[in-house]
């Protein structure tokens, strides 16, 4: 399901994954392939983890990143969830080929 909500959004952010939803900034954001990908790996990296600890891995690697780099940016691109939607991202296959468990290895890399 995907919800427009123009008010959830810092300013470089169009897209948020918060299981079974996909809330984009704007309407015409439904029509980029590339962003819903991103976002679709994102509900496959939920679903594998049992929603719940996803979020919490997400926020414990955001936090070391933050330590890590002293920049928040920087920090939620290195985050290992991220870092395999964006390397994929363009792959509109990739969510039928992709191996379960495969953010593991942008953890370790």
């Known amino acids: 399901m995907i919800l427009i909500s123009k008010y959830l959004f810092p300013k470089r952010y169009v897209g948020l994954t918060l299981w079974p939803v ?9 029509n980029d392939p590339v962003l819903l990908n991103h976002e679709r ?11 719940l600890p996803f979020y919490l891995i997400y926020g414990v690697e955001w936090l070391v990143g933050l330590v890590k780099y002293r920049n928040a940016y920087t920090a939620y691109k290195n985050i290992s969830f991220e870092r395999e939607a964006y390397a994929n991202e363009d792959n509109h296959n990739y969510l039928k080929t992709r191996p379960p468990w495969r953010f593991l290895r942008y953890i370790f890399n």
């Open 41 to 51: 790996i994102h509900l496959r990296q939920q679903l594998e983890l049992l929603i």
């Open 22 to 30: 996909i809330f984009l900034k704007t309407p015409e954001l439904k």
